[in-house]
């Protein structure tokens, strides 16, 4: 009876506790009301012929009181309706939806008393959500139970769910996947205290452990192996396959969709997240059941698709709506000032950073990184067993910044203070957790083979085909560009060799050609995923040998292989197997391969890779990795990214696992981690030393009009984010 008693006061205690908070919300919104109308000339609070300081202060407390009403109750309706809308567009409606509640806010005044033009209402309604959110937050902070019901609210849960297996002793584990940060980016960042986190952890004794990408260096190859324990056949981000007329390409809903189907099909299981997981932010599901922002799932239609139902539990909350909106418009700002900077400071290498790119760098390390991390705290705060989120923030900008530098080191210190955050909601959790930090590959800096050279990839291969090609590919005279790889006078004669061996026809001194080739019927599809370039000819049904192109296209396969922007070529060949080809004329069979010869520049492991891709049933007739300077550890990217992954060649092929020492080590002493797929095995390792047993699901996405198809005479659309 006695603690009947006393939970009755605590309950009292804590209605009481949160009446009071609510008063004090309200005062302090209608105190900010009251300035916000002195301040602003265009938001009125009295009648036409002026009222008393008291019915001045009453119409702002109704108003407040009618706008907190309306966030509370009318903003989750709306963001509900918005589901389908894409969330940049929802991002930037937040302000101007905001804005139309304080006018009904307003509106709700008796008297007519209260107006405001849209403009003003827009930055009233976003400065009485900030200050609405932040006076909570400070009340809350020092009250564990009121923090800890705010944080399932703003993450939109409203409790623990029960469970029968007492998650509480048992702890969850959650891996957050720190996009395109290579493991020496990492060590750096640490090193020059812009992640402090990161670094507490490690001096608290968390193991960093690198581990080598395949040679598909980029997230649809790892995050796929990592997830679901198998990227076999997946050659590259992008690239075509012959036998069903498909431009598979990682990240379009349709294409995930269709490589997470034959992961699974493969390893017979739904992935690392069968088990009370989920995935937040990936471009596949590991089979769990909670999602948000999962590609592979987006292509889903009707009540099965819940992948956008993370969007609600965070814009749901208005102050939240805002506070994300307001930092997409500052991240957009942000953006133009660092490019205006780079281009007036003459600084390269350089690529284009106009048109969309500003917003769509404010999706990734703004709307994505909110909404996944709320989406974490909810999961943590829900008590489940495994979470998988991707941050993609450092990925993005880094392909347009470069991997070094003040942009990036800017976005690494955000990352940090996001890490951290989680961190501290897990003190909150009704389970321990345990936080896994890891990368699915790196990225390698340099100017772009079209910076460097002149020319495209594409350029090249059609002159060496015999195609026609712009005249500024026929112009390569002596004001050819300097490269980083060498000399500029070396780089510039030996790229004028290779052109003119591919053109097949004598070039005056000029640059100019003697004539031009008439056009093939069949022309070769040219794709780029980073510094990996892939060449496919649509009409062959198989994969061309050495013998079959050489007879078609004599010239490409030496201007390729001897081009100074190249660093080796893998090709079929029906007298040896398969052969990869380099400069001077190099020629080494697959089954000869070693980490020495033409592969010694890209390190330990680089023929093992080779090997693997050569196996793939959809490796393109032509595989082409570019130069690689380890003096300077660049690449050149086949698109344009002065920041590059998807091939071979420096700090891409290296991302980093950062485990709590409570985990078993990744790999033994000595042993190196080596594949997105052995990396997979690691982390069900550690969820089984967590969590017991993990028994597999067996789930497969549907695959109804998984991808359209690739008309070989139509164009292809090269897209740069990934």
């Not at 590991?286 to 590609?295: M, P």
């Not at 090709?571 to 001077?584: K, N, Q, Y």
Request: net charge neutral; glycine share 12%.
């Amino acid at each position: 009876m006695g603690d009947g008693r006393w939970g009755g006061a605590d309950r009292w205690r804590s209605a009481g506790g949160a009446l009071g908070r609510v008063i004090v919300v309200w005062a302090v919104s209608t105190l900010t009301m009251l300035i916000l109308a002195g301040l602003l000339p265009d938001f009125e609070l009295q009648s036409a012929g002026g009222d008393t300081f008291t019915r001045t202060a009453l119409t702002a407390a109704a108003a407040a009181g009618a706008f907190g009403l309306l966030g509370a109750l009318v903003w989750p309706v709306i963001v509900r309706g918005l589901l389908l809308v894409p969330a940049l567009v929802l991002g930037l409606l937040v302000f101007f939806l905001n804005g139309s509640m304080l006018l009904v806010a307003l509106w709700l005044i008796p008297d007519g008393r209260g107006a405001a033009n849209p403009e003003t209402a827009v930055v009233v309604a976003a400065v009485m959500s900030a200050v609405a959110s932040a006076t909570s937050t400070a009340l809350a902070v020092r009250d564990d139970d009121a923090y800890r019901r705010r944080l399932y609210r703003l993450t939109g849960r409203t409790r623990p769910r029960a469970s029968d297996d007492a998650p509480e002793h048992v702890p969850g584990t959650v891996f957050l996947q720190l996009d395109g940060v290579g493991h020496d980016v990492l060590r750096g960042a640490v090193a020059d205290g812009l992640m402090p986190t990161v670094a507490s952890w490690i001096d608290a004794g968390h193991r960093l452990t690198p581990w080598r990408t395949d040679w598909s260096s980029q997230t649809g190859a790892s995050q796929l192996g990592i997830l679901h324990g198998s990227n076999e056949d997946v050659p590259a981000f992008r690239w075509y396959e012959k036998d069903t007329g498909r431009l598979m390409v990682s990240n379009r809903p349709a294409s995930a969709v269709e490589l997470q189907r034959r992961a699974v099909r493969r390893t017979g299981d739904g992935g690392l997240l069968t088990v009370d997981g989920a995935s937040r932010g990936n471009l596949f599901s590991g089979g769990a059941d909670q999602l948000a922002l999962v590609l592979s799932m987006a292509a889903r239609r009707g009540p099965r698709n819940r992948s956008r139902a993370g969007y609600f539990a965070y814009f749901s909350d208005p102050a939240n709506a805002v506070r994300t909106a307001g930092s997409l418009v500052a991240e957009c700002g942000r953006e133009v000032f660092q490019s205006t900077r780079a281009l007036l400071r003459r600084e390269t290498p350089r690529v284009s950073r106009g048109g969309t790119y500003p917003f769509v760098r404010a999706f990734a390390t703004v709307v994505e990184r909110d909404v996944v991390v709320s989406a974490v705290m909810g999961d943590m705060l829900a008590g489940r067993t495994a979470v998988y989120a991707d941050l993609v923030a450092y990925d993005e900008v880094a392909h347009h910044s470069g991997p070094h530098g003040r942009d990036t080191d800017q976005v690494l210190r955000r990352l940090d203070r996001s890490i951290a955050l989680i961190a501290t909601v897990a003190e909150h959790a009704p389970r321990p957790y345990r936080i896994v930090l890891l990368s699915d590959h790196g990225q390698s800096p340099g100017e772009t083979f079209e910076g460097a050279y002149g020319l495209t990839l594409k350029d090249l291969v059609r002159a060496g085909c015999g195609l026609p090609v712009p005249r500024r590919v026929r112009r390569i005279r002596g004001g050819y560009p300097r490269t980083e790889s060498g000399g500029g006078s070396e780089a510039r004669d030996a790229a004028r060799d290779a052109l003119r061996l591919a053109l097949h026809r004598p070039v005056d001194e000029s640059g100019e050609t003697a004539k031009e080739l008439p056009a093939r019927l069949s022309e070769p599809l040219v794709l780029a995923s980073g510094n990996l370039g892939l060449i496919s000819f649509p009409d062959v049904p198989h994969r061309m040998t050495r013998e079959e192109i050489d007879r078609r296209h004599p010239a490409l396969l030496r201007a390729l292989s001897h081009h100074p922007g190249i660093g080796f070529v893998l090709v079929a060949s029906a007298e040896h197997g398969s052969v990869v080809l380099a400069r001077d004329g190099v020629e080494v069979p697959v089954a000869d391969l070693d980490d020495g010869g033409p592969l010694a520049v890209f390190g330990r492991g680089a023929a093992r890779a080779v090997r693997r891709t050569d196996g793939f049933p959809h490796v393109a007739d032509i595989m082409v990795n570019s130069m690689y300077d380890p003096a300077t550890g660049t690449v050149h990217a086949f698109e344009e990214q002065i920041g590059s992954h998807g091939g071979l060649g420096g700090e891409q092929s290296y991302p980093f696992l950062l485990s709590p020492p409570e985990l078993s080590p990744p790999v033994g002493a000595g042993e190196e981690l080596v594949g997105a797929e052995q990396v997979h095995r690691v982390l069900r390792r550690w969820l089984r030393e967590c969590s017991g047993p993990q028994v597999p699901l067996e789930i497969s996405p549907p695959t109804d009009g998984s991808e359209s198809l690739l008309p070989v005479d139509g164009p292809v659309t090269q897209d740069k984010n990934r």
